[in-house]
């Protein structure tokens, strides 16, 4: 197993201990903290990873699945966990319901444009966009953002939206050229 993909499962692992000290920060408030930290070093993971097989050229097959399914159950975790237990941590905001619901919507989305796609024999690599990228990074800020009690939080969630929104789309309408066969590629 390459360093790549032993920092995405040490990314994998720390989600139930995230959520986990999240569920028990509503007896000991100083556990908010802590999760905090295991979500800075989780989103850490996620950039050294990228990082690790690009310099060390050890991009894998099993890289390449399991890095956009950690980060999308980090998130997912993230997002649910603190939309459920909103009322009971001790945190000044709110996860708003809306965030959770674009995330969520624009994944099945694509998950479902990548099973129709394979589906009608259409071979298509999917590769992250730069409006993808950018959705992620706005995403894990706005948990960050919330975790930290940040007074920016309203308007970071709303950029995350709104790049959610936009990568969908982007998404959505390379899905549209590879059915259409002017393209091989969720990357062109």
């Known amino acids: 197993m390459s360093l790549a993909d032993k920092l995405t499962t040490i990314r994998i692992i720390l989600i139930p201990v995230f959520v986990s000290l999240l569920i028990y920060s509503r007896f000991h408030a100083y556990l908010i903290h802590i999760a905090t930290v295991v979500f800075v070093l989780a989103i850490l ?32 975790a993230a997002f649910i966990s603190l939309y459920v237990f909103r009322n009971t941590l001790p945190l000044d905001f709110k996860m708003p319901l809306g965030l959770i619901l674009v995330a969520v919507s624009r994944d099945f989305i694509i998950l479902l444009g990548v099973i129709i796609i394979n589906a009608l024999k259409k071979k298509a690599l999917m590769e992250p966009s730069f ?16 975790l930290l009690n940040s007074s920016f939080f309203p308007w970071i969630w709303k950029a995350a939206v709104f790049f959610t929104l936009i990568s969908g789309a982007d998404y959505f309408l390379r899905g549209v050229r590879v059915l259409n066969g002017s393209s091989k590629s969720f990357n062109s």
């Not at 097989?53 to 890095?67: H, M, N, T, V, Y």
């Not at 409006?131 to 919330?146: E, P, R, Y």
């Open 45 to 76: 993971s996620d950039f050294f990873d990228g990082l690790a097989a690009r310099i060390r050229k050890e991009k894998s097959d099993f890289g390449q699945i399991l890095d956009p399914v950690a980060d999308k159950s980090l998130l997912f």
């Open 131 to 146: 409006w993808g990228k950018l959705t992620t990074f706005f995403q894990m800020f706005t948990i960050l953002a919330l």
